[in-house]
């Protein structure tokens, strides 16, 4: 599973460096983007596509890795009970990160990102994860739902988009326009994303096991610590960051 740290049963470090690279990249880009909120470097981060489709590919790699990590899981005969323990850690920082941007953000507060998509997708996930070939035209069909969605709800069923667009059931991804929220993560496209990577995790655990079991070389381990426990970093980071660029700040402040 992602965001997990055990040593109960081996582990491919492979995947756990992978996960480590997306963290980086994620550090990175939450780095700029506070700058920007501090106004000491101003980007549009809802429009610009130098960081719109950065975004798309951190995520991406993040639930393609969640994947991998179920199809492992389940190689293993990982039992419910196990995933139950981590899935309710991952709805937990969930509901710290919308109270944390409520209070950051009020009017546009985190109510459905990366951790809450996470959850309900890693759920699909586990349920679906004996499906076989199939994972592979199904994540396909999710990856193009919301565009489907969109040229129908936009068409010949616009009555329904007001309420597919509403907070109810925009957490589906099946919407006309993008809610105004700091971070949004719905179940479409990116159970698609989840689904590739779990049936890609199954072909090269069953064909191609060595290219997850190959060596991460030493000067790279520090990105299999990161991934290893990549939900505590990532809860830690921004508070991390915030309060260091604040001091910062107070810091310019009484300078002058």
Same mark, same amino acid.
């Given at each position: 599973m992602a965001f997990e740290s055990?040593?109960?049963?081996?582990?491919?470090?492979?995947?756990?460096?992978?996960r480590g690279v997306a963290m980086l990249w994620m550090?990175?880009? /939450?780095?700029c983007?506070?700058?920007?909120?501090f106004g000491w470097w101003e980007q549009d981060f809802l429009h610009d596509p130098r960081w719109t489709l950065q975004r798309t590919a951190i995520v991406s790699l993040f639930v393609f890795c969640a994947g991998l990590s179920q199809a492992v899981a389940q190689q293993q005969s990982l039992g419910w009970s196990r995933f139950w323990k981590r899935w309710w850690q991952v709805v937990a920082c969930a509901a710290l990160v919308t109270l944390g941007s409520w209070l950051m953000f009020p009017r546009s507060f985190i109510y459905f990102g990366i951790l809450h998509g996470m959850a309900l997708m890693l759920?699909?996930?586990?349920?679906?994860?004996?499906?076989?070939f199939w994972l592979w035209p199904l994540g396909l069909a999710a990856v193009?739902?919301?565009?489907?969605?969109?040229?129908l709800l936009m068409g010949g069923l616009s009555q329904w988009a007001p309420l597919l667009?509403?907070?109810?059931?925009?957490?589906?991804?099946?919407?006309?326009?993008?809610?105004?929220?700091e971070d949004y993560v719905p179940l479409l496209p990116w159970l698609g994303v989840m689904w590739w990577g779990l049936a890609s995790g199954n072909w090269?655990?069953?064909?191609?096991? /060595?290219?997850l079991t190959f060596p991460v070389p030493r000067y790279a381990m520090s990105l299999v610590v990161m991934g290893r426990w990549s939900l505590s970093y990532y809860m830690l980071h921004q508070p991390a960051m915030i309060g260091a660029m604040t001091a910062v700040a107070w810091w310019l402040a009484q300078a002058k």
């Open positions: 055990s040593s109960a049963s081996p582990r491919l470090v492979s995947i756990d460096a992978l550090t990175v880009f /939450h780095f983007f506070d700058l920007d909120y759920l699909v996930a586990r349920l679906t994860a004996g499906w076989g193009l739902a919301p565009m489907a969605a969109q040229a667009d509403s907070r109810t059931f925009n957490w589906l991804g099946l919407v006309t326009r993008k809610p105004f929220t090269l655990l069953r064909c191609r096991r /060595h290219w």
